[in-house]
């Protein structure tokens, strides 16, 4: 069975940092690429990043650039989200999603999220 | 960027009767080279993460009943329920995954009357 179990969100001051964790399980994780996506409450999805599967290949939403950064470690079959420069805006909950076999770029299946609070 | 526009913001259907609900994006999300629209439609309950329901417009993921359809022309999609269960109560979401940054529709809600 495929899992993506998300960890590391929490309240943060803006301005603060976070380190998100995806750990995951159920299939060959050096064979896909992986999405993050945030749903603030109430809200729709907002793609962030993606990142091939060796990690040579990353691309981001522009209003995160240069303030996270996403990374893999396919030893440890785990995804993650380096959050810098944290913002009252980028409260949401932040879900990992592995990308679709037909389209590495379609983000196929999402684990269930973490929620990122950036509040004084 | 592809702006995702969706129609109606909600509806009401009674069980057993069709739901039917648009998407249009801004530009052409078909790839020429595979003639594929990259256009994806996810269903999300409360509490849960979006589940991907249709890729490329009209492709039903594994596992998804067969009265979900979705359909295209040109820069109009349609996602189809062709028989409404109560467990279809959800919002809908459609998303271009053509280029960067990938774009979701603001979704429509679907309840039964």
């Known amino acids: 069975e495929v899992q993506l179990v998300e960890s590391g969100g929490g309240l943060v001051q803006p301005g603060g940092s976070l380190r998100l964790s995806c750990a995951t399980s159920?299939?060959?994780?050096?064979?896909?690429?992986m999405h993050w996506v945030r749903q603030a409450p109430g809200k729709g999805p907002v793609w962030v990043s993606r990142i091939n599967s060796d990690g040579g290949n990353i691309i981001y939403a522009d209003f995160v650039k240069g303030r996270f950064t996403i990374s893999r470690d396919n030893a440890k079959n785990t995804l993650y989200l380096q959050m810098n420069s944290l913002r009252a805006e980028d409260t949401a909950v932040y879900s990992c999603a592995r990308g679709h076999s037909s389209g590495y770029n379609l983000p196929g299946y999402w684990g269930q999220g973490t929620l990122v609070t950036v509040s004084p | 960027d592809i702006v995702m526009t969706q129609s109606p913001d909600s509806l009401a259907v009674s069980l057993g009767e069709r739901a039917t609900i648009n998407c249009k994006s801004s530009?052409?999300?078909?790839?020429?080279?595979?003639?594929?629209?990259?256009l994806a439609w996810y269903q999300q309950k409360p509490g849960q993460p979006p589940k991907l329901l249709i890729y490329?417009?009209?492709t039903r993921e594994s596992g998804v009943p067969d009265r979900f359809s979705g359909s295209e022309s040109g820069t109009d999609f349609t996602l189809t329920i062709s028989s409404l269960q109560a467990e279809d109560v959800a919002v809908y979401y459609c998303q271009q995954y053509y280029v960067t940054p990938f774009t979701f529709g603001p979704g429509t809600k679907v309840d039964i009357k």
């Open positions: 530009q052409s999300v078909l790839y020429n080279s595979n003639n594929k629209n990259y």
């Open positions: 490329w417009a009209s």
């Open positions: 159920g299939f060959t994780f050096n064979s896909y690429w």
